[in-house]
């Protein structure tokens, strides 16, 4: 009974404008209740909402030629309900559609590494980028914009893996190798700190058997004092034999005063091959007659 006198409700969230024989009446209808002309006026609600938008996931191919697929969400709202009206035919399905555009747009302007690390930097330019062709025109501002899920191709995902891996592993050699310097360093000052004071080895050797002690095993260790190494190691020259020289007239090592020559014991030959020598004697060799002169 109310509708058909005219009268009409608006809600606290929406707007209402006013058309008449199918001009819109300047003036915006504020929430509650309000009367219309049920013959020659009709009422149009606008909802002044924050509404929520995703935006499908688009390929797109960033300034580096990688592909990728990306999807994000919009928020926006109306701020003026004629532009919103008059001017644009479905503004939601229109806000999308400048979302997807400008989606693929802001990710051809980017390295997939600024894409990647920069995510707020992407969001504000996104959101430049929609608010530019809607809030004037249309009526509808962006409120915010947020890039969801940036998925990479498995091609990508395993180059980027093997580059994260090898750069940890320089990281770790560079520390290792950073470490041995220094602790070269503190080796050299420790050993002439024990140069100086060689007092200081023989403690460094004694704490070395405590501590190998307290594991508790059955590790026997017998330290060896370094001046008796140090005693062998000047010795050891002098102590070195000499070749004794070689007789040059027959050939015989010359006789040193005082060595006792070894006995050579003598060979006794038998009867028959002492005869069978004395057969084959030469004839001119005279014969021992035993008879001295």
């Known amino acids: 009974m109310a509708g058909m006198l ?7 969230y929406e707007r209402g404008i006013v058309f008449r024989w199918g001009r819109a009446l ?25 509404i929520v938008a995703a935006v499908p996931a688009q390929d797109a191919i960033t300034r580096d030629n990688v ?3 990306v999807d994000a969400v919009v928020y926006y709202r109306v701020v003026d309900p004629l532009k919103a009206v008059i001017n ?6 229109a806000v999308s559609q400048v979302a997807q555009t400008s989606l693929r747009s802001v990710i051809g302007q980017n390295d997939m590494d600024h894409l990647l690390s920069e995510r707020d930097k992407i969001n504000a330019h996104f959101k430049d980028v929609i608010d530019e062709p809607t809030e004037q025109p249309w009526g ?23 580059q994260a891996e090898a750069e940890r592993e320089r990281r770790a050699r560079v520390i290792s190798a950073d470490g041995e310097y220094q602790a070269s360093k503190k080796l050299a000052q420790a050993a002439a700190v024990m140069t100086a004071d060689p007092a200081a080895l023989q403690l460094r050797l004694l704490q070395t058997v405590v501590e190998v002690a307290a594991e508790k ?10 001046e008796l190494l140090r005693f062998f190691d000047r010795t050891a020259p002098a102590a070195a034999p000499a070749r004794p020289a070689v007789d040059a007239k027959d050939g015989a090592p010359p006789s040193v005063p005082g060595a006792a020559l070894p006995e050579v ?3 006794a030959v038998p009867p028959s091959l002492a005869a069978a020598d004395a057969g084959n004697a030469p004839l001119t060799t005279a014969p021992e007659t035993g008879v001295t002169a």
């Open 140 to 162: 509808i501002r962006v409120e915010r914009v947020e890039v969801k899920d940036v998925s990479l191709p498995e091609s990508m995902k395993r180059s980027m893996s093997r």
């Open 265 to 267: 014991p003598t060979l």
């Open 67 to 69: 592909t990728l697929k």
């Open 26 to 50: 300047p003036g915006i209808r504020e929430p509650g209740l309000t009367w219309v002309n049920p013959f020659t006026d009709r009422l149009r609600k606008v909802n002044m909402q924050i």
């Open 6 to 12: 005219g009268f009409k409700i608006i809600t606290q």
């Open 88 to 93: 644009v035919q479905d503004y939601s399905y």
């Open 217 to 226: 095993n059955s590790t026997l260790i017998m330290p060896v004092p370094v």
